[in-house]
C-alpha cells in the first residue's frame, strides 16, 4: 500500500489561492489514480477531485471546476491540489487519497494521507 502525507494547509482570505501537496512512498504508486477528498465539521467527505498518475487525466466535482488545479510531479511522487478564487464553503480538512481503480466514492481508495485543514475567512 502507498503511504501518503499532505501539507500546506492554512488559512486564506476569500479569493485568495493555496497550494497543497501530497508526498507518496511507495514502489507502485505510478499505477494509482490519486484523489483529493474534504471534509468540513458536520458534513460527509466529498470528492474534490482526481489525477490519473499514468497520463494526467483530471477530474473536478463541479464545486470546484474551474478554480482548482490538480497536477503531478513525476520524479517527487507528489501531487498538487492548486486552489484558487477560495470560498468560506471550501473550509475543510482536506485528504489525499490512492486508489487502483479511480471513482469518487471514498470506498474506492485504500490509502489515505492524515489531512491538512484548509481555513477561508471571508
Known amino acids: 500500500q502507498v503511504q501518503l502525507l499532505e501539507s500546506g494547509g492554512g488559512l486564506a482570505q476569500a479569493g485568495g489561492s493555496l497550494r497543497l501537496s501530497c508526498t507518496a512512498s511507495?514502489?507502485?504508486?505510478?499505477?494509482?489514480?490519486m484523489g483529493w477528498f474534504r471534509q468540513a465539521p458536520g458534513k460527509e467527505r466529498e470528492f474534490v477531485g482526481n489525477?490519473?498518475?499514468?497520463?494526467?487525466?483530471?477530474y473536478y466535482a463541479d464545486s470546484v471546476k474551474g478554480r482548482f488545479t490538480i497536477s503531478r510531479d513525476i520524479a517527487k511522487n507528489t501531487v498538487y491540489l492548486q486552489m484558487n478564487s477560495l470560498k468560506p464553503e471550501d473550509t475543510a480538512v482536506y485528504y489525499c487519497?490512492?486508489?487502483?481503480?479511480?471513482?469518487?466514492?471514498?470506498?474506492?481508495?485504500?490509502?489515505w494521507g492524515q489531512g491538512t485543514q484548509v481555513t477561508v475567512s471571508s
Open positions: 511507495g514502489r507502485t504508486f505510478s499505477s494509482y489514480v
Open positions: 489525477i490519473n498518475w499514468k497520463d494526467g487525466w483530471t
Open positions: 487519497a490512492a486508489s487502483t481503480v479511480g471513482g469518487i466514492d471514498t470506498r474506492r481508495y485504500g490509502s
